[in-house]
């Protein structure tokens, strides 16, 4: 499976900005998908992932602000992100891989910065 994001920028605290991954390639073999980021100076944390469409989990520190979804028909996964704090700042990446925790495929990855 091969993974692009979008959707990255800049916005100031309280924002919102939305990530798009397009998949391409044999997305059948991937049932979970998710979104991990990576700040400056610190590990990649996850922050959401999803099963098959139908079970969402979330990091506690996005828990109420992120929500993450998918559209099939457009092989899309997305990450709507609210009420943006500083320390959201990081780099974003999604992930592919089946079951959820193996993660076989990796986007490139998109730049968030919250001011």
């Known amino acids: 499976v091969q993974l692009v994001e979008s959707g990255g920028g800049s916005v100031q605290a309280g924002g919102s900005l939305r990530l798009s991954c397009v998949a391409s390639g044999d997305i059948y073999s991937s049932d979970c998908m998710g979104w991990f980021r990576q700040a400056p100076g610190k590990e990649r944390e996850g922050v959401a992932t999803?099963?098959?469409?139908?079970?969402?989990r979330y990091a506690d520190s996005v828990k109420g602000r992120f929500t993450i979804s998918k559209d099939n028909a457009k092989n899309t996964l997305y990450l709507q992100m609210n009420s943006l704090k500083p320390e959201d700042t990081a780099i974003y990446y999604c992930?592919?891989?089946?079951?959820?925790?193996?993660?076989?495929?990796w986007g490139p990855g998109t730049q968030v910065t919250v001011s």
């Open positions: 999803i099963l098959r469409e139908i079970d969402t």
């Open positions: 992930a592919a891989g089946r079951p959820c925790g193996t993660w076989s495929s």
